[in-house]
Nanobody, 122 residues
Framework: QVQLLESGGGSVQPGGSLRLSCAAS????????MAWFRQAPGKQREGVAY???????NYADPVQGRFTISRDAAKNTLYLQMNSLKPEDTAMYYC????????????????WGQGTQVTVSS
């Protein structure tokens, strides 16, 4: 059974940084597509960024230039480095994985984690 376990969330002041991690288990290979999504209270889940097995990445406009997605295939772990955080980044952040072959920021991934809360406030 595939499990995705997020960690690294927390509370931070505007302008601060956090690094999220997502450890995948229960699958012997590597997922072609891995992504981060977020959902704020009262809003729809939105794609933040994705990365494929070749290392190609894609970011949502609101986080472009501030967030960096990466993955360690050997550790089967996904990361999201978040810098220059803003109050509007406050949300539950979810890790998602799919065998592909097409990656996107739409929430049509097969496997999901339980989420980690990120709160940005002064």
């Amino acid at each position: 059974q595939v499990q995705l376990l997020e960690s690294g969330g927390g509370s931070v002041q505007p302008g601060g940084s956090l690094r999220l991690s997502c450890a995948a288990s229960g699958y012997t290979g590597n997922f072609y597509c891995m992504a981060w999504f977020r959902q704020a209270p009262g809003k729809q889940r939105e794609g933040v960024a994705y990365i494929n097995m070749r290392g190609s990445t894609n970011y949502a406009d609101p986080v472009q230039g501030r967030f960096t997605i990466s993955r360690d295939a050997a550790k089967n772990t996904l990361y999201l480095q978040m810098n220059s955080l803003k109050p509007e980044d406050t949300a539950m952040y979810y890790c998602a994985a799919d065998l592909g072959p097409y990656c996107s920021t739409r929430p049509n991934y097969e496997h999901w984690g339980q989420g980690t809360q990120v709160t940005v406030s002064s």
